[in-house]
Nanobody, 112 residues
Framework: VQFVESGGGLVQPGGSLRLSCQAS????????MSWYRRGPGKERELVAS????????NYADSVKGRFTISRDNAKNTVYLQMNSLKPEDTAVYYC??????WGQGTQVTVSS
């Protein structure tokens, strides 16, 4: 099982980023997917999740209305569109399959 995460980086407050997580080695379309994050000095936090077919999504209150999770099962990829970013969104972001597999993480830094 392998995840390739991309899309992190440095962005100014109010900016946007789109994270991608491409999976291989398991039946991606059979499992729900989630994005987690761990900020500096903080506990790991569930940010967003999506059902296996993409018809159901859930978000942490802290990101509702700003972040959108989506998936493309034909590409074995889950996305996290992040808009109106705030400094408190600074964290390492991880994708996770409901099968129990984790991505390696991608750093998002929101700073002026």
């Amino acid at each position: 099982v392998q995840f390739v995460e991309s899309g992190g980086g440095l962005v100014q407050p109010g900016g946007s980023l789109r994270l991608s997580c491409q999976a291989s080695g398991f039946t991606f379309s059979s499992y729900g997917m989630s994005w987690y994050r761990r900020g500096p000095g903080k506990e790991r936090e569930l940010v967003a999740s999506i059902s296996s077919a993409g018809g159901s999504t859930n978000y942490a209150d802290s990101v509702k209305g700003r972040f959108t999770i989506s998936r493309d099962n034909a590409k074995n990829t889950v996305y996290l569109q992040m808009n109106s970013l705030k400094p408190e969104d600074t964290a390492v972001y991880y994708c996770r399959s409901m099968a129990g597999y984790w991505g390696q993480g991608t750093q998002v830094t929101v700073s002026s």
